[in-house]
């Protein structure tokens, strides 16, 4: 479908047409008709799939309409979203696509001065995008009336449950109008965003444009089965043999992406790390190094990723399979977008095959496996995939125990049990041994203990 026959503003359509855009995406397409008629929105599409534009173009269009502006301290729309680096690109979509409108739009995020956010809000703002943590925080300062936002949106709600912003966005979502139009964009819709979504939107058209368990077909995925040790020099080495033009390197944790960078720089090869404990100057630097391909290499954590929009990534590097397996389609959609190819390899070490088999079960498809080089610790001698321990099913058949002779006496000898008759004790005290002690004193302490509290028990109930 052509943007045209969307019933945008001509002012909207010489903008996007100024972008080169000419077709709108599925989720654009389907999102948009139902967002200018002021309905509720339920998204749901793989990244890179234009979910920022299907809401930006409707919010645009509707602020053109009102004709007019925010009121001083006031703010007509309101876009959460998870990290300020996906809150920067959304900004920069609202100035793009509304160049002819020119509406006011502000961001806001932790870790800067916050002296500047404040006095935007204070002119007054038609879009405010912000991260849920500053937002708040404000808002405790008596700094943000959101009284008046017509339009509230969520993107990458999947992302923002994740990183525990749930209560910080329901004690938002708490001081807006009742009466507003919300939209719910999300890359994967887990059972709690559904929830989420339930309590929040009202009777909202839903929108799933593919399925959140398919990978994007131009992706070319593939697995090294590879000892953790050597995974750096794996990568090393498909970084000059594939080669990787522009690759994106998901690592599991913060201190692990630093760590990557480090290996990487002594083999020679550039690479930088993005995560929540950079600034954002330094995170800022890394992405524009990264977008003019000053440095070949960005190692990202999966919080930190939400947001990194680069053209002609062409490899995505599983460094740590992830344990949930919705964020590997998230992750490997960061490449082959836009129509373009791309590749996505994966590193699975003894430890990950679990997170491995989970992923396939959820793209209905095995990863094929590439050959690791001898040298970098293959963990098998071939290309086979490594067995995983299975844990026995419920209502599986056991194998059966031995049998157990009918009559356990019967197994002793008359000779043993008249012995043991003879042996037994007669009923009575116990006799003491010289030294005035139980003849339990040679036992061992915790036979003894275990006695004494078999006794008290008996003493109970006697």
């Known amino acids: 479908m052509k943007f045209s026959d969307l019933g945008l ?159 910080d966005i329901r004690r938002i979502v708490g001081k807006l109008p009742h009466n507003r139009q919300t939209m719910l964009f999300s890359a994967t819709m887990p059972a709690e965003i559904r929830s989420l979504a339930d309590s929040f939107l009202r009777n909202p058209a839903t929108v799933q444009v593919a399925p959140v368990s398919s990978a994007s077909e131009t992706v070319e995925q593939s697995v090294y089965f590879v000892g953790r040790n050597n995974k750096v020099e794996l990568l090393a080495h498909l970084y000059n043999q594939l080669p990787i033009a522009r690759g994106i390197v998901f690592t599991r944790t913060k201190h692990g992406a630093d760590r990557v960078v480090r290996r990487l720089q002594s083999h020679g090869i550039r690479a930088e790390a993005i995560h929540g404990n950079k600034t954002q100057n330094a995170r800022e630097r890394a992405l524009a190094n990264f ?23 062409t490899h995505v590097v599983n460094y740590d399979l992830t344990h949930e397996p919705e964020t590997y389609v998230h992750r490997i959609g960061r490449t082959g977008r836009a129509g373009a190819t791309g590749t996505a390899v994966s590193f699975c070490d003894q430890e990950e095959v679990a997170n491995l088999r989970a992923i396939e079960k959820l793209i209905r498809r095995q990863i094929p496996v590439s050959e690791s080089h001898p040298k970098y610790g293959s963990m098998s001698n071939s290309n086979e995939r490594p067995e995983q321990p299975r844990r026995q099913a419920v209502g599986q ?50 036979d003894r203990r275990r006695s004494s509290k078999k006794a008290a028990r008996f003493r109970s109930f006697s």
Not at 98 to 122: D, E, H, Y
Not at 418 to 439: L, N, V
């Open 397 to 446: 058949s056991r194998p059966p125990k031995p049998a157990r002779h009918p009559h356990p006496v019967a197994r002793h000898s008359h000779a043993a049990a008249a012995s043991h008759t003879q042996d037994r004790k007669p009923h009575g005290p116990k006799p003491r041994h010289s030294s005035g002690h139980s003849h339990s004193a040679g036992r061992p302490a915790w």
């Open 9 to 167: 503003a001509e002012a909207i359509l010489r903008a996007v047409t100024n972008e080169g855009y000419t077709h709108a995406t599925p989720i654009q397409a389907q999102a948009i008709p139902h967002a200018l008629k002021g309905r509720d929105v339920l998204g749901s599409a793989q990244t890179g799939t234009g979910k920022t534009a299907a809401f930006a173009l409707p919010i645009l269009q509707r602020l053109m309409t009102a004709q007019g502006s925010a009121q001083p301290g006031r703010v007509r729309c309101l876009v959460l979203c998870p990290t300020r680096e996906l809150a920067t690109q959304i900004q920069d979509s609202f100035r793009t696509y509304g160049q002819n409108l020119r509406p006011r739009t502000a961001v806001i995020f932790g870790g800067t001065n916050q002296n500047p956010q404040v006095q935007a809000l204070r002119r007054g703002l038609d879009v405010l995008i912000a991260t849920p943590g500053r937002l708040l925080d404000l808002m405790n300062q008596g700094l943000v009336n959101l009284s008046g936002v017509e339009v509230l949106v969520l993107d990458e709600a999947d992302r923002m449950l994740d990183m525990g912003f749930i209560h």
């Open 291 to 313: 977008r003019s391909n000053k440095t070949p290499l960005l190692v990202a954590t999966d919080i930190a990723s939400r947001g990194i929009d680069v053209d002609g990534v």
